[in-house]
């Protein structure tokens, strides 16, 4: 008989055992009854405890062992967790839906760079091997060159049979294409423009090399999705439902039980419903809709729509997503001095300065929440500027606007993020060395120095929220907390690790995957922390990372997961 089901099953007797006080009322009995457990709440009132009660959907009482016998009935469930150790779900907050776990689509092995183009060429010639029903060969996860030096169309000659490739960077912000895919969506000498891509890369003769950059912040996009689903399968429609159900599903294999999807679009907001309708959202899903420069005048009208009409704690239209820059590997975010390893170049912002203030004062007097994918230290100074301006004209509100990535930050911006109330959204796998090395190349060693700058942002009382971006990185919250406290890649190096000076301390990485997640999507009332009356959404870990050194956080794992006080995952 399962360990569960014999406690379970006990309960009547344990019942006798319960100590009655005259004259006071008996506690309300527990539906699931956690016990055994080292649970570390998040919650300053009671950081730690031994048990926790569950009543419905949420969390009913949170203390010892011995005081867990009190919310113990005939038909309560008990968890025996072994002494492991619990903590609030993880808030992942900011995860593509739509992206990655297609089987359709080759993933390059982890850690291959362009210096390593057989590698990849390799990789590209068994997979189109291995299917030759596909239309299209398509492909994600390359990684830049630490020269700085991009690929060509010429690369890929004669690797696919002829058909069309469609290559995406680990970033999602730059495509690789061969001669037939450039044949195929029309890519010549003479292509200035395209719906999906802010830049077609030309060689000093004109011809287009195969590279298009600035894609993840066009081609993202709602009507940019239209053109691409005429070419590409993996943007059908029945494709797309199928990766949005996989990682939510994934997601809570890690322990994610709230996942925030930072630019989704009006037509997603339909597969989303029918998703919660048919119970195929196991986690709960927080929206931002993406706002591009040059969009309908009408359309923030209809996101106000939508977020009246998805607006509960399973599916939640939140927020406005906009881009200021793009990324530093191809040399697109905006930088306040020229690249190191490219000095012609400083990058440039997706939007004029005084344009952008406008648009960000408009949204803010909607009291949408926004989201500002922000990278270069320009980028990032230019997104300050415009989250200021809109308090002066606007006035102040609690507001919670995010800055996405804060990857190259100038000191002097680090005092603004406390001063304007601005979350800063991170992804702690980014800043990791075995994905750095073109990246650190193009900003130099003075810059670096606040590189994924989480000490200094905590420090200054900057409130940090965690994400891993998926599917730029691996989903798992463990693998981000390891990097935080570490700055090492995951086979431990370099000794020391990278930039160890912005490294934070584990109580910190949790918060910011915990409570700080649920702050940074004004969802702190009923999560982020386990305290009685909030969602009862719990993670349970094999080993208990307080006690291990933090080279080995990221091997462990989660092995049980309950949202809303419902079993979602288990693997003990």
């Known amino acids: 008989m399962h360990k569960t089901t014999c406690i379970a099953s006990l309960a009547a007797l344990v019942l006798l055992a319960v100590p ?102 390799d990789q590209i010639r068994d997979f189109a091997k291995r299917r030759p029903d596909l239309k299209w060969i398509e492909a994600e996860g390359w990684l830049y060159s630490p020269e700085g030096d991009l690929p060509t169309a010429k690369d890929l000659d004669g690797l696919t049979g002829g058909r069309p490739a469609f290559l995406v960077a680990y970033d999602y912000h730059t495509v690789w294409l061969n001669r037939e895919a450039m044949r195929e969506l029309g890519i010549n000498r003479n292509t200035t423009h395209l719906n999906y891509a802010e830049n077609v890369v030309k060689d000093p003769t004109g011809e287009p090399t195969g590279v298009l950059t600035g894609f993840g912040s066009t081609g993202l996009s709602g009507d940019a999705e239209e053109e691409l689903r005429r070419h590409l399968p993996s943007h059908s429609g029945e494709r797309v439902y199928a990766r949005i159900k996989k990682n939510i599903a994934t997601a809570t294999t890690y322990g994610i039980t709230t996942v925030v999807d930072p630019q989704s679009f009006l037509e997603d907001l339909e597969i989303y419903r029918r998703m919660k309708e048919r119970g195929e959202l196991p986690a709960r899903l927080q929206v931002a809709l993406f706002l591009r420069r040059g969009s309908p005048e009408g359309l923030l009208k209809k996101y106000d729509e939508a977020r009246r009409r998805y607006h509960d704690d399973r599916l939640r239209v939140s927020a406005v997503k906009l881009y200021i820059d793009d990324v530093i590997e191809a ?17 440039q912002t997706d939007w004029p300065p005084e344009e952008f203030k406008d648009v960000v004062a408009r949204i803010d007097r909607m009291r949408f929440q926004v989201f500002i994918h922000s990278i270069g230290d320009r980028g990032i100074r230019t997104a300050l500027d415009a989250l200021e301006h809109a308090r002066q004209v606007n006035g102040v509100r609690d507001s919670r606007h995010q800055l ?70 691996e989903m798992d919250p463990l693998i981000g907390i390891y990097t935080a406290l570490t700055r090492k890649s995951l086979d431990g190096k370099p000794e020391g690790g990278w930039i160890p000076e912005q490294t934070i301390d584990l109580e910190t990485a949790v918060r910011a995957y915990t409570i700080n997640g649920a702050y940074a999507n004004f969802s702190e009332n009923n999560r982020g922390s386990i305290t009685p009356g909030k969602y009862a959404d719990l993670v349970l870990l094999s080993d208990d990372v307080f006690e291990m050194a933090p080279e080995r956080i990221k091997d462990a794992h989660v092995v049980l997961t309950l949202v809303g006080g419902r079993e979602v995952y288990r693997a003990f």
């Not at 009655?20 to 055994?36: F, H, I």
């Not at 995860?95 to 060429?121: C, W, Y």
């Not at 040399?331 to 400083?346: F, I, K, S």
Request: a positive charge.
């Open 404 to 473: 996405i990535h804060i990857e190259c930050l100038s000191p002097q911006d680090i005092p603004r993020f406390k001063q304007l109330s601005v979350v800063a959204d991170m992804q702690p796998r980014h800043c990791a060395p075995d994905i750095t090395g073109q990246w650190a190349a193009a900003v130099g060693p003075e810059r670096a120095k606040y590189a994924w700058a989480f000490r200094s942002l905590r420090d200054s009382g900057a409130v940090l929220a965690f994400a891993s971006d998926w599917n730029v990185a």
């Open 331 to 347: 040399h697109t975010a905006a930088m306040l001095a020229p690249y190191a390893d490219r000095p012609e170049a400083t990058g």
């Open 20 to 121: 009655t006080v005259l004259g006071q009322q008996s506690p309300e009995r527990a539906d699931v009854l956690v016990r055994k457990a080292r649970v570390y709440t998040v919650d300053a009132s009671l950081p730690w405890a031994q048990a926790v009660a569950i009543k419905g959907d949420r969390i009913l009482w949170v203390g010892s062992d011995n005081e867990a016998l009190a919310y113990l009935g005939r038909g309560t469930r008990v968890i025996d967790a072994g002494g492991r150790l619990m903590l609030p779900g993880f808030i992942d907050s900011h995860f593509h839906v739509r992206l990655g776990s297609d089987p359709n689509v080759l993933r390059f092995a982890s850690g291959v760079t362009l210096q390593e183009m057989k590698k990849i060429q």
